[in-house]
T-cell receptor, first 114, second 111 residues
Framework: DTAVSQTPKYLVTQMGNDKSIKCEQN?????MYWYKQDSKKFLKIMFS???????INETVPNRFSPKSPDKAHLNLHINSLELGDSAVYFC?????????????FGSGTQLSVL | DAKTTQPPSMDCAEGRAANLPCNHS???????VYWYRQIHSQGPQYIIH???NNETNEMASLIITEDRKSSTLILPHATLRDTAVYYC????????????FGTGTRLQVTL
């Protein structure tokens, strides 16, 4: 079973559209994240949720809205897509155990905005 | 969180040990050293972490200097599948939500 799964793997869409990326983890973790990897391969954290509550929002435009229906899911909704949103988006999860916070990442969603 | 410095790239022959260095001279006493890697087109993968003692697991060994200002990740018998970008990160306890990745070291394992 895949520990952290995200869908779709590829997403091609037009500017101005609204799209969603889904993420699910079956590890029983209490914290989930969204990361963005741009064309220069820099990985930057976007959001962090702990037990369905937002704990990090790294100056991401409000066109991006994470939604966590339960602690096993953290979906990413993006409104009014722009060319600059093209990137690979990674979902991750971790268990807050104090001193051993290993993040488990999904395989990524490559978003291309045309 | 302390910043880290890594060489941008390294080569290693298959079957040899790959030794990846990391400098973290401003590390504080309660910050851990974590290593992740990202194989092409995949999500980052946790490798190992430590505080001040050397650590070993099924993937690698982590050697941390006594002053904790630098560390070395050792892949004892590198294979082609170990070709990846390796990230050294220092992180405080309970702050996984602040995990950020630098530019890392691109390790190329060759025949």
């Amino acid at each position: 079973d895949t520990a952290v799964s995200q869908t779709p793997k590829y997403l091609v869409t037009q500017m101005g559209n609204d799209k969603s990326i889904k993420c699910e983890q079956n590890l029983g973790h209490d914290t989930m994240y969204w990361y963005k990897q741009d064309s220069k391969k820099f990985l930057k954290i976007m959001f962090s949720y702990n037990n369905k509550e937002l704990i990090i929002n790294e100056t991401v435009p409000n066109r991006f809205s994470p939604k966590s229906p339960d602690k096993a899911h953290l979906n990413l909704h993006i409104n009014s897509l722009e060319l600059g949103d093209s990137a690979v988006y990674f979902c991750a999860s971790s268990l807050q155990t104090g001193g051993s916070e290993k993040l488990f990442f999904g395989s990524g969603t490559q978003l291309s905005v045309l | 969180d302390a910043k880290t410095t890594q060489p941008p790239s390294m080569d290693c022959a298959e079957g040899r040990a790959a030794n990846l260095p990391c400098n973290h001279s401003t590390i504080s006493g309660n910050e851990y050293v974590y290593w992740y890697r990202q194989i092409h087109s995949q999500g980052p993968q946790y490798i190992i972490h430590g505080l001040k003692n050397n650590e070993t697991n099924e993937m690698a060994s982590l050697i941390i200097t006594e002053d904790r200002k630098s560390s070395t990740l050792i892949l004892p018998h590198a294979t082609l599948r170990d070709t990846a970008v390796y990230y050294c990160i220092v992180l405080n306890t309970g702050t996984a939500s602040k995990l950020t990745f630098g530019t890392g070291t691109r390790l190329q394992v060759t025949l």
